[in-house]
T-cell receptor, first 116, second 117 residues
């Protein structure tokens, strides 16, 4: 089965600390892509970072990095030097093969709250 | 790039009525997706278009749901005989295949919030 699992419903972190949001996935595809999205309270979905299954290096985008461990099927998001504006829901997502075309499926999300 | 536009932003309807939502993707994007999101959950895949062809449809989608993208530009999502369980945020997203077969991210609209009373 193709599935994304995010086991942390909520996290509290002190401002300026680093935080790791967990994501594990299950797929039988050899080629797939992993995404992280941020959804603030305003509701828009904001793309953060992408990791391809064949990428040898972990993806980085500014303060965001993706800790990709293919053998463990995990794709954790690391946010360095957290800021108050990082408080939001975070979703891990995966591009998988559907019955006739690819599609992107999402995990249930982690609510991150940054304490001042 | 004006972003993905969805209309209406909010829709309140009575159980049993039909509703239709519209999505205008980013103009050069040939891929278009519909998702449904309930409170505290991640977006749930509904259907996917490449140009005007509907290539993938969730098995969870009942026959009351139908989507079209007649000219490969805007798309509509219709829900017939609405039920209270249909109350959710309906999100549209688009992407451009030529940006990379697997790494092109989805660009989301602000969604249509449906409330069925």
């Amino acid at each position: 089965a193709q599935k994304i699992t995010q086991t942390q419903p909520g996290m509290f972190v002190q401002e300026k600390e680093a935080v790791t949001l967990d994501c594990t996935y299950d797929t039988s595809d050899q080629s797939y892509g992993l995404f992280w999205y941020k959804q603030p309270s305003s509701g828009e979905m904001i793309f953060l970072i992408y990791q391809g299954s064949y990428d040898e290096q972990n993806a980085t985008e500014g303060r965001y990095s993706l800790n990709f461990q293919k053998a463990r099927k995990s794709a954790n998001l690391v946010i360095s030097a957290s800021q108050l504006g990082d408080s939001a829901m975070y979703f891990c997502a995966m591009r998988v093969r559907g019955s006739s075309a690819s599609k992107i499926i999402f995990g249930s999300g982690t609510r991150l709250s940054i304490r001042p | 790039d004006t972003g993905v536009s969805q209309d209406p932003r909010h829709k309140i309807t009575k159980r049993g009525q039909n509703v239709t939502f519209r999505c205008d993707p980013i103009s050069e994007h040939n891929r278009l997706y519909w998702y449904r999101q309930t409170l505290g959950q991640g977006p749930e895949f509904l259907t996917y278009f490449q140009n005007e062809a509907q290539l993938e449809k969730s098995r969870l989608l009942s026959d009351r749901f139908s989507a079209e993208r007649p000219k490969g530009s805007f798309s509509t999502l219709e829900i017939q005989r609405t039920e209270q369980g249909d109350s959710a945020m309906y999100l549209c997203a688009s992407s451009h295949r030529q940006q990379g077969a697997s790494n092109s991210p989805l660009h989301f609209g602000n969604g249509t919030r449906l409330t069925v009373t």
